[in-house]
């Protein structure tokens, strides 16, 4: 929740109760279940009931199902607590500790290695801190309801366990085999800064009936191609990859990646040349048919997905707006929201927004213009919350009547020149043709041929050049509208990194790591392609997918990490494979090593190097190699650690894959369907309004004091809305047929349900809207994805 004040939950001793309170008992509507039980004024009562609506709305924002919202004022403390921001971040913090202990503990990195009871003292305060927040959560949620929140239910089994644990290595001073250690993603995934890791999260587990499918045919193919390999080769002394039946599917398993291709053929391709038919027929079908087929069903279940996940968002976030209403609406008026509960509603979700945006927003639902929100119409409440508005004087130019308007107006000329652009990109191309002579220009040493690429007099000509473009382009626009721009940003980022560089290596000589700034700015000439603008394109709406896959990336090398520490960290891999194929590569002395004899740096020693190891094995150039050490030293059945974390790794990079083709084709379908002027219209709205309008809507008090100074009485005014141009706003056009037939028949379930009404005892009032049980919440209005 965003700010929501304590005050309200308390008891309140004032005779004015809500249910008799003069004429305030004709305005109360529904009721909020907060205060139920409590003595409270008719003021009071408006707020509990805008504080239950906020929480309504953020959750509708976050994607949480409504069961968990909180039902009676002792429930709401704890709720409170546990959305607060600064809760959030403690939770955050406790889970990142716990990640971070690995460094720590037996076996650690040396240079982080604490002693038992430190690390132990800290895992301890660190699970206590979860404890507490998943206490809070339980007050509210119930302790009978946890079989229905299975995140929370694992979440509570897994900090029992390391709990016992934790307790367990403190009072035997030693570490044990802890592979439990594994779990504690969970703890991190779970905090409310990682829903994108959960929702991708879940969308791999949604996408996992149609991989499973497919892994299971592949498995068909590769158990069957073994078993013809080791009837075929067992017999051919000089093969030894087909000499069992588990050696051979082993070298069939491998070959599904071909980092043992063409090595596995080659002794039986020198008895006859047919036999590489076997290995040729094998790889097309399980490499090139196969494993290609699994993209194409994984990607139209991710596109499947991706459509429900937006359907079920929208609902859920609709049903929400509807829960809010029948808090906000009053008896006078059943049927609507008036300005007062709105700017109310909005002081407890979002109370940044001033006065003016409260009211803009208000105008802006209000297509009817009748002062009041009808449901549909308050419906759409999230999409406004996204709106910064602004005077349409504003576009004129920034530097108006500003000591700087010469100056501006000068660069607005320059930068307008129709020759500007075409001036840029020839000053690029020339940076680009003075690196390339720089560097066939022959130089003493490293040292110098750094300084000359990147901190000699042209590096500095072009600098300045660039900075004088960019300082063009902001006294033309203005800062704020300079940085809209990405490729500016871009720019501007990459010219002060390069310039930072020089400095750099003009004082450290051997810094050779910022030769690399000076060279980005020559992707500014990949704009001038289309092909280039949409991969760029794809590459902003894919970057917040991006991070949560690469979170889970991370996740996911944490527990093969553990995993691996825990089976592998004590076993030495110098000179461990004597007289077996992946001898020359553990060869070692002390005096000298052969070039292939560093493989046994890959191991599982701490947690640095069991994260390279592991993303050596992701890359599969050799995987086999260092499963073959493992399986000689330790024994064969550690192959089954290497082979799950190779279909786990292929698991989740088909699904990265199949959201990059999802959104590369959303990308372009939307851009051949929608021109400049329907985008414009999209990410802008335009509210014309003026003080008098104001006050027949409702503006009054501290609202009306401060729309005074932005209405001036007798004039009307325009203000623009511009919202952020984000896949969800893209969404909204590209599904709009489909979300028209969404709410129309979420509109047909609604009428199917009972009424909530129910006849007021006053024959004159109009229908009491009633709060529905919070027992049956759940039914009332379908929920969306619990992320």
């Not at 907060?34 to 509990?48: A, F, K, R, V, Y």
């Not at 759409?380 to 996204?386: K, L, S």
């Not at 840029?424 to 040292?447: K, P, T």
Request: hydrophobic letters at 45%.
């Amino acid at each position: 929740m965003h700010s929501i004040p304590l005050l309200v939950t308390r008891n309140v001793t004032d005779n004015r109760t809500g249910d008799g309170a003069g004429d305030g008992t004709l305005d109360m509507g529904s009721r909020s279940s907060l205060h139920t039980g409590i003595q409270m004024s008719e003021d009071e009562h408006w707020e509990m009931n805008y504080h239950e609506a906020a929480i309504y709305l953020e959750e509708g924002q976050n994607n949480e199902k409504f069961d968990s919202h909180p039902s009676s004022p002792e429930e709401l403390p704890a709720y409170l607590r546990v959305h607060n921001p600064w809760y959030h971040g403690l939770d955050l913090l406790a889970s990142l500790v716990l990640i971070l202990l690995a460094f720590t503990e037996d076996p650690a990195v040396p240079a982080f290695e604490l002693p038992v009871w430190a690390h132990g003292t800290i895992e301890l305060l660190a699970l206590t801190i979860i404890g507490i927040e998943l206490h809070l959560k339980l007050k509210w949620i119930g302790w009978g309801t946890i079989f229905k929140h299975k995140r929370t239910m694992i979440k509570g089994v897994t900090l029992l366990i390391m709990v016992l644990e934790a307790v367990v290595v403190l009072c035997r001073q030693s570490s044990h085999f802890r592979v439990t250690r594994a779990l504690r993603p969970i703890f991190l995934v779970d905090t409310r800064h990682c829903g994108g890791v959960r929702r991708f999260i879940r969308q791999i587990l949604q996408s996992l009936p149609p991989i499973i499918d497919m892994l299971g045919l592949l498995m068909f193919f590769v158990a069957t191609y073994s078993l013809l390999g080791f009837y075929l080769f067992s017999e051919h002394v000089d093969n030894g990859h087909f000499q069992t039946i588990s050696d051979s599917f082993v070298s069939m398993f491998v070959l599904l990646t071909t980092a043992n291709f063409p090595d596995v053929m080659m002794p039986s391709y020198a008895k006859s040349k047919w036999y590489a038919l076997f290995f040729i027929l094998y790889i097309i079908t399980v490499l090139y048919v196969l494993m290609n087929l699994m993209l194409a069903v994984v990607y139209e279940a991710f596109t499947r997905i991706e459509r429900e996940k937006c359907r079920a968002l929208l609902l859920h976030r609709r049903g929400a707006a509807h829960r809010a209403f029948r808090l906000l609406v009053s008896r006078r008026a059943p049927r609507a929201v008036r300005l007062r509960h709105f700017a109310g509603l909005i002081r407890h979700y979002a109370p940044h927004y001033s006065g003016l945006d409260v009211y803009l927003m208000f105008k802006q639902l209000n297509k009817s213009g009748s002062g009041g929100l009808s449901r549909s119409e308050f419906s759409h409440v999230y999409d406004v919350f996204a709106l910064r508005w602004a005077p349409q004087t504003t576009r004129a130019p920034w530097y108006s009547e500003s000591p700087l308007e010469p100056l501006a107006r000068a660069a607005a000329a320059a930068v307008r020149w129709d020759y500007f652009e075409y001036l840029i990109y020839a000053i690029i191309i020339g940076n680009g043709v003075s690196m390339i002579l720089r560097v066939f220009e022959a130089a003493g040493d490293l040292q110098d041929s750094a300084r000359l690429l990147c901190a000699s007099w042209d590096t500095w000509l072009f600098l300045v050049l660039f900075l004088v473009e960019a300082s063009l382009r902001m006294l033309a626009s203005g800062l704020s509208s300079y940085l809209e721009s990405g490729w500016n940003v871009f720019d501007l980022s990459v010219t002060l990194l390069a310039l930072l560089g020089a400095v750099m290596l003009s004082i450290a000589p051997k810094l050779f790591i910022v030769v690399m700034f000076r060279p980005l700015r020559l992707m500014r000439l990949y704009k001038l392609k289309k092909r280039y603008r949409d991969v760029f394109g794809t590459l902003v709406l894919l970057s917040p997918l991006m991070s949560s896959a690469g979170c889970v990336m991370l996740v996911m090398y944490y527990f093969f990490a553990i995993v691996g520490m825990e089976l592998f960290a004590g076993y030495d891999l110098r000179n461990c494979c004597v007289n077996t194929t992946v001898e020359d590569f553990y060869k070692y002395s002390e005096n000298s090593s052969t070039p292939l004899g560093y493989y046994y740096l890959n191991n599982f020693e701490n947690i640095l190097t069991s994260g390279v190891s592991l993303f050596e094995l992701t890359v599969v150039n050799n995987w086999f190699i260092l499963m073959n050490a493992y399986a000689i030293v330790v024994g064969q059945f550690s192959r089954v650690y290497f082979m799950v974390f190779y279909l786990f790794t292929m698991v989740v990079l088909t699904i990265v894959v199949a959201s990059v083709l999802e959104a590369f084709r959303f990308r372009i379908q939307y851009k051949r369907s929608t021109t400049k002027r329907d985008e414009e219209k999209l990410l802008h709205e335009e509210v014309h309004t003026s003080w008098e309008e104001a006050q027949r809507f409702g503006a009054t008090g501290d609202l009306a004091d401060e729309l005074r100074g932005f209405l001036p009485p007798g004039m009307e005014m325009t203000f623009i809305g511009t919202r952020p141009r984000t896949k969800e706003v893209l969404q909204r056009r590209m599904y709009q047929s489909d979300i028209q037939k969404w709410l129309a028949d979420e509109d047909d379930n609604d009428d199917l349900q009972p009424s909530t009404t129910t006849t007021s005892s006053d024959p004159l009032s109009p229908p009491l809207i009633q709060q529905p049980d919070s027992t049956n919440n759940n039914h009332q209005i379908r929920p969306g994805y619990q992320l």
